[in-house]
């Protein structure tokens, strides 16, 4: 797949990203908006306090000393540096004094706050304007409003004013200049838009290069999957280490192959394992049949043939079963339900039903069971994997050079219940071996005098796999000890 723009909107992270990014920008505007309106807001309710202020002051001299004192104060102010808009004239409109030379037409013609911002020129601006621009024209007189025809317009700026009419109808306007709150206002917004653009810039190509590393990853699964698709289960997915979702979802793939891999190859083994395993005694089979049916035999003869065709069917069938058993287990389903099981009440009725086996065969079976151990699982399988160890370690130490002896022991070990069983023959010393024992249809016997399939470890193994527990094999010297180990919170 290639790493371009279109190859990345198709996916749905960069889609998603897109739309983030989209209403990230929408909400940068919108805020844009609000800060400078609110911005112009503030200014605006900053300079109309100051105005008010001013006209208080005024006011108050006017209350002093009457319009003398009045035209004085005004005069005075207007030369401060800086100063605010002064403007004194009569009742036609004509100034008499202030610092403003020129108004917007009809701005003093109505009394109280201007409602939308005025163009002037203060004093003197419209001379210096002609000076620079090398004109030679005297100033036109002020109209009767106050304005100037020829300087309306010119180099204006914006203010705000209140407009007050005096008791002897003379006009009075105190107004304050809007170049500094524009300026301060165009500031905010321009530091707001960059700032703003400058983060949705970087958030672009942060979405962009993230979105390319995103997709290579994505590619190098989809390279890994196929080439699993193939046929080489040997594959895993790539996993960079860095933890993120990625990772996770590689890990648990790749748990989820090993464990397909080891299915496959448990049903390889399977075959195989049947092919050779089941051969000899379907062969044994049919050899008697034959033989039986090739001569003339007694009745008593064809009887026995018969029974001992029965018997090894059975052991066929059991054989068969195992098998199934073990495969359904190994597949993480079964049937069989599950609840509290008392592990102690377990290995005594083993102990008990083996004993008269154990006596026959000369073996001493002991059991030591300190108190009752309940765990959540299968009542009937977990006997059924005791049995089979006990089972196999009855009939592996009747060769012992001392007397054979079997003991089952139960027991707490930290976090865990161990269940253990161990025989003083001569055990399997290699380690190696042990490993082996586990697996289907391997018999460690060379001369194959005990009878069996080579499945009760196979089997006992899946049991404790399906319970969460484990099988161990240990040296005892002398002898071997099958350690069965349940968690003490099955999470079955």
């Not at 003398?68 to 005069?75: A, K, S, T």
């Not at 389903?333 to 377990?346: H, I, K, M, N, R």
């Not at 009725?349 to 006596?359: F, T, W």
Request: net charge negative; proline share 4%; charged share 20%.
């Amino acid at each position: 797949m290639a790493l371009s723009l279109p190859a990345i909107m198709k996916t749905t992270a960069a889609r998603l990203s897109a739309l983030y990014l989209l209403l990230f920008a929408l909400c940068a505007v919108l805020l844009v908006l609000y800060m400078t309106s609110l911005s112009a807001r503030m200014l605006t309710a900053q300079t109309q306090e100051t105005i008010n202020d001013e006209v208080l002051g005024l006011a108050q001299a006017y209350q002093r000393g009457g319009l003398p004192v009045l035209v004085r104060v005004v005069e005075n102010r207007s030369r401060q540096p800086g100063a605010n808009l002064y403007l004194i004239a009569d009742a036609n409109g004509q100034i008499l004094t202030g610092n403003v030379q020129s108004l917007e037409p009809g701005v003093i013609e109505t009394e109280g706050w201007t409602t939308e911002p005025f163009s002037y020129q203060r004093f003197g601006e419209g001379e210096l304007d002609r000076l620079r621009s090398g004109a030679t024209d005297q100033p036109a007189p002020k109209t009767g409003d106050g304005s100037n025809p020829q300087s309306t317009g010119e180099k204006g700026h914006n203010a705000i004013a209140l407009v007050l009419r005096l008791p002897n109808q003379m006009i009075m306007l105190v107004g304050r200049d809007l170049g500094e709150p524009e300026r301060f206002r165009a500031v905010i917004s321009r530091a707001l838009t960059l700032a703003l653009g400058m983060m949705g810039l970087g958030g672009l190509l942060i979405w962009f290069f993230v979105g390319r590393a995103a997709l290579k990853r994505i590619d190098s699964v989809s390279d890994a999957s196929r080439r699993i698709m193939g046929g080489d289960l040997s594959g895993r997915l790539p996993v960079t280490g860095a933890g993120d979702e990625f990772d996770r979802l590689s890990e648990n793939l790749n748990a989820m192959l090993a464990r397909i891999a080891m299915l496959n190859e448990g049903l390889k083994q399977v075959s195989d394992n049947i092919a050779h395993d089941l051969k000899t005694p379907l062969t044994r089979l049919r050899n008697r049949a034959e033989a039986t049916l090739a001569g003339r035999h007694k009745t008593e003869d064809y009887r026995q043939a018969l029974e001992s065709t029965i018997a090894e069917s059975d052991q066929l069938i059991k054989t068969f079963n195992a098998i199934l058993m073990i495969s359904r287990l190994e597949a993480g389903y079964s049937s069989e339900q599950t609840g509290p099981v008392d592990l102690a009440a377990t290995v005594s009725d083993v102990v008990e039903l083996y004993e008269p086996v154990a006596e026959e065969a000369g073996v001493s079976l002991e059991a030591t069971v300190p108190e009752a151990f309940t765990i959540n699982g299968n009542r009937e399988l977990i006997g059924q994997a005791l049995s089979n160890i006990v089972d196999n370690a009855i009939k592996y130490s009747t060769d012992a050079a001392e007397a054979p002896k079997v003991r089952v022991a139960l027991e707490r070990a930290g976090s865990e219940i161990k269940l253990t069983v161990t025989d003083n023959g001569h055990g399997i010393p290699d380690h190696a071996d042990r490993a082996r024992a586990t697996e289907r249809f391997v018999r460690l016997e060379k001369s194959r005098s005990q009878p069996g399939s080579g499945l009760g470890l196979s089997l006992a193994k899946a049991i404790m796999t399906f319970h969460n527990g484990r099988l161990d094999l240990v040296p005892a010297n002398p002898g071997l000890s099958v350690v069965m180990s349940f968690p003490l919170r099955d999470t079955h």
